[in-house]
């Protein structure tokens, strides 16, 4: 005689923990875009900075 089986979803999924990531990792990308690029690695001139520049000066990054 067998063990009944008990089916429970877990908690944390896969598919969560995926999503998870992702959202760390782009809201990490994004921190980077905003305070520390100034157009060294997207090679993006003074755009990025300008584009992110009230951002920057919300978070109290140091800027000018
Ligand atoms: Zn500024």
Redesign the pocket.
């Known amino acids: 005689m067998s063990q009944p089986t008990s089916v429970s979803s877990p908690l944390v999924t896969p598919r969560l923990l995926w999503i998870a990531l992702a959202v760390v990792v782009g809201a990490l990308l994004l921190a980077y875009l905003v305070a520390f690029d100034q157009g060294a690695v997207s090679q993006s001139g003074m755009y990025l900075h300008e584009l992110m ?1 009230d951002g ?2 919300l978070l109290g990054v140091p ?2």
Do not use: L, T
């Open positions: 520049h920057r000066h800027c000018h």
